[in-house]
């Protein structure tokens, strides 16, 4: 069980293109997602926290705007990266949390985004 | 924030020896997970271990929150034991709190 997984896997787009990544928690509802982003050789970032049915929490220094977060369902989340530049290239990790007492994180595969 | 830093930053073992990864944390350990990102960059979940000790097959941990450490065992390591281990603590108990990472370790067994 906790199964989250992620598509596309790798995507390659244009600048100024927007590309969406789908996040799902396949075999558990997940009431928050998380999306993260880990540049090569380092570890990983939190870009924002998704609660179904709700505003995404973004953290410090991550644009809204940028990076549009819908969390339509309890078993999907969707981060929308807006007018895409070289600079957005990078490997983008969701992760799923079941309700309950615990805190444990279940994550996706992850997408490779490249910009040209 | 919480920081976590994560050693030795990097190692190199031969197949089948054994070693220990240490996570250390500045403040107060609540939701402690331990996982393995492996060369196609998947997170796979070790242990989730706030406390005590647990084992799974050749892998153990073992989390001292008042002392605010976690060890990783690995006995008898194998090739595909290679890639990146991370800690990262969940804050306090609640449901969807977010993860603070260690810095990781990059692990490379060799034949």
């Known amino acids: 069980g906790a199964v989250v997984s992620q598509h596309p896997s790798r995507v390659i787009c244009k600048s100024g293109t927007s590309v969406k990544i789908e996040c799902r928690s396949l075999d558990f509802q997940a009431t928050t997602m998380f999306w993260y982003r880990q540049f090569p050789k380092q570890s990983l970032m939190l870009m924002a926290t998704?609660?179904?049915?709700?505003?995404?929490?973004?953290e410090q220094g991550v644009e809204k705007d940028k990076f549009l977060i819908n969390h339509a369902s309890l078993t999907l989340s969707t981060l929308t990266v807006t007018s895409a530049h070289p600079e957005d290239s990078s490997f983008y990790i969701c992760s799923a949390s079941r309700s309950g007492a615990y805190n444990e994180q279940f994550f996706g595969p992850g997408t490779r985004l490249t910009v040209l | 924030g919480i920081q976590v830093e994560q050693s030795p930053p990097d190692l190199i073992l031969q197949e089948g020896a054994n070693s220990t990864l240490r996570c250390n944390f500045s403040?107060?350990?609540?939701?402690l997970q331990w996982f393995h990102q492996n060369p196609w960059g998947q997170l796979i979940n070790l242990f989730y271990?706030?406390?005590g000790t647990k084992q799974n097959g050749r892998l153990s941990a073992t989390t001292v929150a008042t002392e605010r450490y976690s060890l990783l065992y690995i006995s008898s390591s194998q090739t595909t034991d290679s890639g990146v281990y991370f800690c990262a603590d969940g804050g306090l108990t609640g449901g969807g709190n977010k993860l603070t990472f260690g810095t990781g370790t990059q692990l490379k067994v060799e034949l």
């Open positions: 998704s609660n179904e049915g709700s505003k995404a929490t973004y």
């Open positions: 271990i706030p406390s």
């Open positions: 403040d107060s350990v609540n939701n």
